[in-house]
């Protein structure tokens, strides 16, 4: 099959099958040759790799993948692209296309399966409208990762990435931050998608940490206050957590934490780098118990 990182080539499959794009599904395929390299060298994909593609499209980096890695399990949503990918990955017996949604897709069961227990690394041009709950829904679940590596908005890329201080500092940087080390390895402009999408895209690495960079007693209380200090973020901690409903967090529980680490009871949560929070957590447990 020839190369679909061509423009020409992606052209021709989708004319052959008549293929009618579903925004609904965030479809922008990619048709620039450099851009699809620069994705497969930054992933560090070798041939001991096995991995999980989310959103194949039409199968276009999952050639490059398929060259470069052991194994490529492509979870595709749209039923119209399978007869497509089988067409355009038949040479390939070195990977598998499930017809599934990622979000409902048992990943666990794919790393035993495919690689029989191992950590699997995630590759992929992401659909935009589900970025976070994929990335935190692979985090979270604790399914065994060694790294995704991502096309995003660029936006969202750089969100991931940034510390206190910056505007698009919040729960996705601190979140991601947690589990991984983000790194933006490439910006993309729209002319490498088809159709053009209507944003900047960047492509992202996030390295699994084998363990959390901070000790915190409690991950689950930890988040929701981040998130809750962050639905809120022009008020002070004290006033977002104090009426956050979280159980048993109050106003003046906040503050007098805040004090005993020598911090401003004024602070917002949006100055706190991820120690700060860990920190935080762990002294609002001990108040609790
Ligand atoms: N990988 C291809 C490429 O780079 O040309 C296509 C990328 S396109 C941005 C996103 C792909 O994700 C589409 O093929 C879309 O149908 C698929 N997709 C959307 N939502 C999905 C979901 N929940 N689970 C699995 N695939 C999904």
């Known amino acids: ?23 609904k599904f965030g479809q922008n395929f990619l048709i620039d040759t450099r851009v699809l390299e620069h994705i497969i060298e930054e992933s560090h994909v070798t041939k001991d790799d096995c991995v999980l593609e989310i959103g194949p499209g039409i199968g276009t980096m999952t050639q490059y993948l398929a060259e470069s890695a052991g194994m490529v399990v492509a979870v595709e949503i749209d039923k119209n692209l399978i007869p497509i990918l089988e067409d355009t990955l038949s040479e390939y017996n070195n990977v598998k296309i499930i017809n599934g949604d990622i979000l409902k897709t048992d990943v666990r069961a794919i790393c ?36 995704i590596t991502i096309m995003v908005q660029k936006e969202v890329a750089e969100r991931m990435e940034c510390g206190p201080g910056t505007k698009d500092y919040g729960a996705l940087s601190l979140a991601v931050q947690f589990y991984a080390r983000p790194e933006i390895v490439a910006n993309v402009p729209p002319n490498c998608f088809l159709p053009r999408p209507g944003v900047g895209s960047a492509v992202i690495r996030l390295d699994r940490f084998s363990e959390p960079p901070v000790r915190v007693d409690d991950e689950k209380l930890m988040f929701n206050m981040i998130r809750a200090a962050f639905n809120q973020r022009r008020k002070t901690l004290a006033n977002g957590l104090g009426n956050s409903g979280i159980q048993g967090i109050t106003r003046e529980l906040v503050q007098k934490v805040l004090e005993e680490m020598g911090l401003n009871p004024l602070l917002r949560g949006e100055a706190m780098d991820l120690e700060t929070w860990a920190e935080f957590t762990n002294k609002v447990i001990v108040k609790l118990a």
């Open 1 to 23: 099959m020839a190369d679909l990182g061509i423009p020409a080539n992606t052209i021709a499959v989708l004319q052959k099958y008549d293929f009618n794009f579903q925004k």
């Open 112 to 147: 035993d399966e495919y690689n029989g227990g191992r950590p699997i690394k995630v590759v992929a041009n992401l659909p935009y409208y589900i970025t976070t709950p994929i990335i935190m829904g692979l985090f979270e679940s604790k399914v065994p990762l060694d790294s």
